[in-house]
């Protein structure tokens, strides 16, 4: 009796799949699957060659439709989708039914890519078969420039390299069986059931998708192009360069003009651009607009449009496995531009009109007024509006509730005020005083950085880095605005020592620690070789830090140790971790627990999202149905496994998506 299937294919279709995304891809006219690989009941895997004319045996079809059987692949909304076209499923109607060992592996801290978990999970790993795999890929699932040599085809089939093909062959039969290792090996680590449900559901919002004003998008591409070639060519006759966007070039006709600069970054030339006159400051001011033009983004949708308008697969589900939040894909919804113009509307308007003049007449920098213009370009169904809401402030709910900081929590109970209530706090100065035409009022800023940075252990850096500078603040300020907030928050200051001595007793002893509602433990499959380092949510969900190890850190301190990936360097090694640092992932790792059960209470209630960012979502609303104050109060309803977590959350209803 077959009770699971493990499966990889490999297709073809002129689509690039990097550029335009998953949906596009299949979507393709020529979209065909190639080749079959399949495991039945974790036995040993076969393969049918499609490309050749060879049927997927009966049985297996039969496999396939039978809502029993559990299907396994690596990153399986691949195969999902695909094989929902092969055999004319409706995708929706048989998600439930597959199990992607990517989001396990992600789920238990590991990194994404079949071969890289593989390694790190201390599997066999041959980097030669993997870059002959991916040249054998580009070879028959993509299509081949013509030259003599290849006799002016463009696609390789079998027949022209079937020695090559044979290899292809092996590779696919090897990705199933590295697969069915890598679920063996976490058989012991898996994620709670609600978690797999969450994975089908961002399944089907991808598959949705959100629809696109492409004339908004043309018409920005359109001036993008005018608006450059206007610039570099009053920059080349200011200069007389040949390409005055190079940072050489240009530092050498400023170093002639008795101008002497180090580099050309952002913050430089905005602080040049204060100081000088005439031809070099309006160069640099050229150089400062053209930094802005962010069409990127408007490549990226023009790249993934689907036929009926709509751009899918924008999100990665647990895409930032530290935490479990989501990441995005294409076009990375997850950092868009913010927007400041108050004319939106006619500002579209003119974009679509590919009306540079007025433009440039009503906003002046038209690169900058693009970048702006970009969360626009997603709009609602016809018919339908955008309804927008998101979490208000919902890391420093989180935090409060989790240290149980009493002043803050009736902050947010109350009037929800934190940077004003926070410089209240540090400064001794009533909350009363600290508004708008009051000398106060400029305590605000200092409470807001404060809280913007400070609040997983940072220092005087963290507000820099927050832009504390930037907002009149002085070096020699930072340090008391420290003191002062880790003495107005000395609960949070406890949670972070608290949390990273948990972390330290479970590593130093092995027993398990509970802490501010959160069990910290020590978990190992001997027989496997994993070794884990766990934090059990307050949701059940658990954050999983690999082959944990105590060691000294730059300060000479005890402190713990674990694989990952490294931010900086962007590989899998050795991280360090503190409690601040333990602390972030906790707070983020809650708060996206509370964006999950947001979702399923819009799934619920019969409202779609279309994406989410963040702490934000994103819902396409039939017009007459446009119930803000419903969906408002599904995001503020109490959470039953974090009673006392005061959430709040607001909202608006629009034409195209912007930040209110």
């Given at each position: 009796m077959i009770h699971s299937l493990?499966?990889?294919?490999?297709?073809?279709?002129?689509?690039?799949?990097?550029?335009?995304?998953?949906?596009?891809?299949v979507q393709s006219p020529d979209f065909q699957i190639l080749l079959f690989a399949y495991a039945i009941n974790g036995g040993e895997t076969k393969i049918v060659d499609l490309a050749q004319g060879d049927t997927i045996p009966d049985y297996v079809q039969s496999a396939i439709s039978d809502l029993a059987v559990i299907k396994h692949a690596y990153n399986a909304a691949f195969e999902w989708y695909c094989l929902s076209k092969y055999f004319g499923i409706d995708p929706k109607q048989w998600v439930n039914q597959w199990r992607c060992t990517m989001?396990?592996?992600?789920?238990?801290?590991?990194t994404a890519g079949l071969a890289a978990t593989a390694k790190a999970l201390g599997l066999p790993n041959d980097k030669r078969k993997m870059s002959i795999g991916n040249a054998l890929i580009k070879l028959f699932c993509t299509p081949t420039k013509p030259n003599k040599k290849n006799g002016g085809r463009t696609r390789t089939y079998p027949h022209h390299e079937s020695e090559k093909w044979e290899s292809f062959k092996s590779y696919c039969i090897q990705d199933v069986v590295v697969e069915m290792a890598v679920q063996s090996k976490l058989h012991h680590f898996q994620p709670p059931a609600y978690e797999q449900k969450l994975w089908e559901l961002d399944q089907l919002i991808n598959v949705k998708g959100i629809a696109?004003?492409?004339?908004?998008?043309?018409?920005?591409?359109?001036?993008?192009?005018?608006?450059?070639?206007?610039l570099m060519n009053e920059a080349i006759q200011l200069t007389g360069l040949n390409n005055p966007n190079s940072s050489q070039q240009l530092m050498k006709w400023l170093s002639d003009q008795g101008i002497e600069v180090e580099n050309l970054q952002k913050a430089t030339v905005s602080e040049l651009i204060e100081s000088l006159e005439g031809d070099p400051k309006r160069v640099l001011e050229i150089r400062q607009e053209l930094s802005k033009t962010s069409v990127k983004k408007y490549q990226a949708m023009a790249a993934a449009r689907c036929e009926d308008g709509r751009v899918r697969g924008l999100l990665q589900f647990y895409g930032?496995?530290?935490?479990?939040?989501?990441?995005?894909?294409?076009?990375?919804?997850?950092?868009?531009?913010?927007?400041?113009?108050?004319?939106?509307?006619?500002?579209?308007?003119y974009v679509k009109a590919q009306n540079i003049d007025?433009?440039?007449?009503?906003?002046?920098?038209?690169?900058?007024?693009?970048?702006?213009?970009?969360?626009?370009?997603?709009?609602?169904?016809?018919?339908?509006?955008?309804?927008?809401?998101?979490?208000?402030?919902?890391?420093?709910?989180?935090?409060a509730w989790l240290a149980g900081e009493a002043w803050r929590l009736d902050v947010f109970n109350t009037h929800g005020r934190i940077y004003e209530a926070s410089a209240s706090q540090m400064f001794g100065v009533d909350i009363s005083l600290i508004s708008k035409g009051n000398p106060e009022y400029e305590l605000r800023q200092k409470g807001k950085v404060a809280e913007l940075a400070l609040g997983y252990q940072g220092g005087s850096g963290a507000l820099i880095s927050m832009g504390a500078l930037k907002m009149g603040l002085t070096e020699d300020e930072l340090p008391d605005i420290v003191r002062r907030w880790r003495s107005s928050n000395k609960r949070i200051v406890d949670l972070w020592y608290s949390l990273e001595n948990a972390a330290l007793s479970v590593m130093r002893n092995g027993q398990a620690v509970g802490v501010m509602g959160l069990v910290f433990a020590r978990e190992s499959d001997i027989k496997n070789g994993l070794d884990f380092l766990s934090i059990t949510l307050p949701s059940g969900r658990k954050l999983y830090y690999a082959k944990p190890f105590l060691g000294v850190n730059d300060f000479g301190k005890e402190s713990i140790f674990y694989y990952g990936m490294d931010q900086t360097t962007k590989k899998w090694g050795k991280v360090n971790t503190y409690g601040g640092k333990i602390t972030e992932n906790v707070v983020q790792a809650i708060a996206r627990d509370c964006l999950a059960e947001t979702l399923f209470r819009l799934e619920n209630a019969g409202l779609e999202t279309v994406i989410h960012v963040h702490d934000e979502v994103v819902l396409d609303v039939p017009a007459e149905k446009a119930d803000l104050e419903s969906v408002v109060r599904l995001m503020s309803e109490p959470i039953s496994w974090a009673p006392g977590l005061p959430l709040a959350a607001d909202g608006f209803v629009t034409e195209y998506y912007k930040k209110d």
């Open positions: 493990n499966i990889d294919i490999e297709t073809y279709s002129s689509v690039d799949i990097k550029k335009a995304g998953l949906y596009k891809y989001f396990h592996g992600l789920y238990c801290g590991y696109v004003d492409f004339d908004l998008v043309d018409g920005a591409l359109s001036i993008s192009d005018k608006s450059t070639d206007e930032a496995n530290r935490t479990g939040r989501w990441a995005g894909r294409l076009v990375q919804v997850q950092n868009l531009p913010r927007n400041y113009i108050e004319t939106l509307g006619l500002a579209r308007k007025a433009l440039k007449l009503l906003y002046g920098n038209v690169p900058d007024t693009l970048s702006q213009l970009i969360r626009t370009a997603f709009i609602p169904s016809p018919g339908h509006l955008l309804a927008v809401s998101d979490f208000s402030a919902i890391e420093a709910r989180v935090i």
